[in-house]
């Protein structure tokens, strides 16, 4: 290895393609220069490392990277590879020196080989064991553990005891709807176990896996493109949750097929847990290339570079020769393996470190984009591209910053962690800037004061930086519109999301007050909750009566749901014609309807909203007297979808004729009162609007001043 006049770098690099899986060989490259810029910025490294033989300074290498709180957090995702990594190159270290001693004493090769071998092990890079738990077919097998104890009793208690029929359900939305464990254990047990579920039946996973998606250093892979998609997909969902949304039903320009389903109704498909789509089972490579490239397009995802790899079932690691293996007299002159070159992605190494290395140099000053992209003489996009791609540049409030040039930056991200954490617990999962600020002022009002650190946004900014961008001590936390703070599987963008959070959390009706005293808690503004609960815009709050509100999703509205509905309809439709004032609905007509939660009983008002939203599949629609009038008003007339009955005038057209036909002639207060009695409108309602509501139809003929009207039917 020493006898010849290649470099020490390109030695060690062809001693790892002989002696590290093959599988792990680009994981392992990319390691390297991650591990030398750090040693090199705080002087435990002198020179580059792959000019570093001497045993000792590898061992503090070694011993920064697993004692460096920073180093972790900024790489938890890739620490295992960097331990390895760090192990491989010490090993191959004393190799070198071993040989080196060798050629100057002409000693006994073959026993130093041993010796060095023998002291420091070569580690293997560990994935996932999947595989092994995925041959545990039976449903007890797979729910053995303690810790399974809870979900087992569940499943059962719902008649669930077979394999097959647990890959058939949602568990987050078991667990969800049982209140088993903590939000974060229902994420882990339910991915923990659907990837089982996937995989049961199939042996030794990691020795066919044959289809890898390479993107922004990590590996989504999969025994078929469709399932290397999933692992894929279900990344980008959880990342880009509102625009991953927009994809669910979308065609692919060029397959012209849908790339994510919202059903999958013939079981073929591949499932993803949250949100629950579906994916095709049977996608191509090529499709699969195809598919990847507009997810990241259509989620503006940075950076848009990928590649595809089939890998081959992985080899076994070679073995540096031991006292009982054979190996050649003469090394020098055994075949090696051409170099293999670097793969490290020079590109956005060289900005990245060149704008940590001028930003370090700013200290607390900071920088803009404009003025970094000008020292990088880069595109804002490459220069963008760059800031994301360092684990140490913090971008608050529109300045870039490096995070050593912070005063107690690790204590400082401890105390934010801290109240985080108390504000999650306390909100159930969610919190705001205005909250995280409040309590960052009184708490750790010395590491601001320290740092210059003045204002709401950048507190935010700071907590969006350990918590989105490094998931500091493993948690990823949503950061949304400059306000909202939330667990993953608690999306909140909007004041509306708070408030369906709070409705959900509640079970029942729901009161502006309450609202308004809920978001004001938060530290938000609560000014016209009705505009910001979209009442009568969208199905997502119902009008249950006068000022209560029920969310719409409590009422699991399906199909059966729908069609228990409409025959309601229909039987009342048989008896009473196609009209009936809306008032004089039969209380026990509602028991027909489909129950409601928190055993809530039907109204008119609920059945109202229902048919506002929902009128073409359920067959009716209401009538109200004017469109201008209050949505917390109960409409005058429910109507069969082919009735004749088109508007109020033609209601009171025809209730006039069904009861009063020997009137023809009433004052307009005389009318009213009488639709009042008749159940059509209520209280004050239309008071000096009645020839607004019945006019300019030759059937009621009003007199200038519009006080008298004559009818004629």
Not at 496 to 515: H, L, W
Request: hydrophobic residues 40%.
């Amino acid at each position: 290895m020493c006898a010849n006049n290649r470099t020490i770098e390109e030695q060690f690099m062809a001693w790892l393609a002989q002696n590290a899986p093959a599988r792990f060989l680009s994981e392992l490259y990319l390691c390297y220069p991650e591990i030398e810029r750090h040693c090199l910025r705080i002087k435990v490294l002198k020179k580059p490392l792959f000019e570093t033989t001497d045993l000792v300074t590898v061992k503090k290498v070694q011993k920064t990277i697993t004692e460096s709180r920073i180093f972790q957090f900024t790489h938890k995702k890739q620490m295992k590879k960097m331990v390895s990594a760090v192990q491989y190159y010490m090993t191959f270290v004393k190799e070198y020196n071993a040989e080196q001693t060798i050629f100057n004493q002409k000693g006994d090769t073959k026993q130093l080989l041993q010796d060095a071998a023998q002291q420091t092990p070569i580690p293997e890079v560990q994935e996932e064991d999947v595989g092994a738990k995925a041959d545990m077919v039976s449903f007890d097998g797979l729910l053995a553990e303690d810790r399974y104890a809870d979900l087992r009793e569940a499943l059962l208690s719902d008649g669930i005891s077979s394999v097959e029929i647990l890959k058939s359900i949602n568990l987050w939305s078991f667990m969800n709807s049982h209140s088993l464990y903590s939000i974060q254990q229902r994420l882990i047990i339910s991915t923990e176990l659907t990837g089982i579920l996937r995989n049961a039946g199939k042996h030794n996973t990691s020795a066919v896996m044959k289809y890898e998606i390479h993107y922004n250093n990590e590996i989504y892979s999969g025994d078929t493109p469709s399932e290397a998609f999933v692992s894929f997909m279900t990344t980008i969902a959880a990342k880009y949750p509102l625009k991953f949304r927009g994809l669910i039903s979308s065609i692919h320009p060029k397959t012209t097929r849908v790339v994510v389903h919202r059903h999958d109704y013939d079981g073929s498909k591949l499932r993803l847990m949250n949100p629950e789509v579906f994916i095709d089972s049977d996608l191509t490579r090529e499709q699969m290339e195809l598919y990847v490239a507009w997810v990241l397009e259509r989620c503006t995802v940075s950076p848009l570079k990928y590649s595809i790899a089939e890998a081959e079932p992985p080899d076994a690691p070679k073995k540096i020769p031991v006292e009982n293996e054979e190996s050649d007299e003469d090394e020098e002159t055994s075949d090696e393996p051409d170099y293999i070159p670097k793969v490290f992605p020079l590109s956005t190494s060289y900005f990245t470190q060149k704008a940590e290395d001028y930003l370090l140099g700013r200290n607390l000053a900071g920088a803009t984009y404009d003025e970094l992209k000008a020292v990088l003489q880069h595109t804002m996009v490459g220069t963008k591209e760059a800031v994301s791609l360092s684990p140490h540049i913090v971008e608050m409030n529109r300045l870039l910053y490096h995070d050593e040039a912070f005063v107690d930056f690790e204590e400082g991200a401890d105390a934010l962690e801290d109240i985080l954490d108390k504000l999650l617990k306390k909100n159930k999962g969610i919190a705001t800037a205005t909250q995280l600020y409040e309590y960052a002022r009184s708490e750790m009002s010395m590491f601001l004061n320290d740092n210059g650190i003045i204002g709401q946004q950048v507190v935010y900014d700071l907590a969006r930086h350990l918590f989105e961008k490094l998931e500091y001590h493993g948690k990823r936390y949503f950061f949304r519109s400059n306000i909202y703070i939330s667990l993953p599987e608690i999306l909140t963008d909007s004041n509306n999301s708070i408030m369906q959070k709070y409705a959900r959390e509640k079970g029942t009706i729901v009161t502006f007050k309450e609202m308004e005293s809920y978001l004001k808690g938060l530290g938000l503004n609560s000014d016209n909750p009705r505009s910001v609960m979209r009442i009568d815009k969208e199905p997502i709050f119902l009008i249950y009566q006068e000022n209560e509100y029920l969310l719409a999703e409590l009422i699991h509205m399906d199909d059966a749901f729908f069609g228990q509905v409409k025959t309601a309809l229909k039987h009342l439709f048989e008896d009473v014609g196609d009209h009936i004032i809306i008032r004089h609905i039969s209380g026990s007509w509602y028991n027909l309807l489909p129950t409601l939660p928190a055993l809530l009983e039907w109204t008119p008002m609920l059945l109202q909203q229902l048919l506002h939203y929902y009128s073409k599949e359920l067959g009716a629609r209401t009538v109200s007297a004017m469109d201008s009038q209050n949505s917390n008003t109960l409409h005058a007339m429910l109507v069969d979808n082919d009735s004749w009955i088109q508007d109020f005038r033609d209601a009171v057209a025809v209730f006039l004729h069904d009861e009063m036909q020997e009137c023809k002639s009433f004052g307009a207060e005389e009318l009213r009162k009488i639709l009042v009695d008749a159940g059509m409108i209520s209280g004050k309602q239309l008071i000096r609007n009645m020839h607004k509501a019945l006019g300019g139809d030759p059937r009621f003929l009003w007199d200038g001043d519009g006080n008298k009207v004559n009818v004629r039917i």
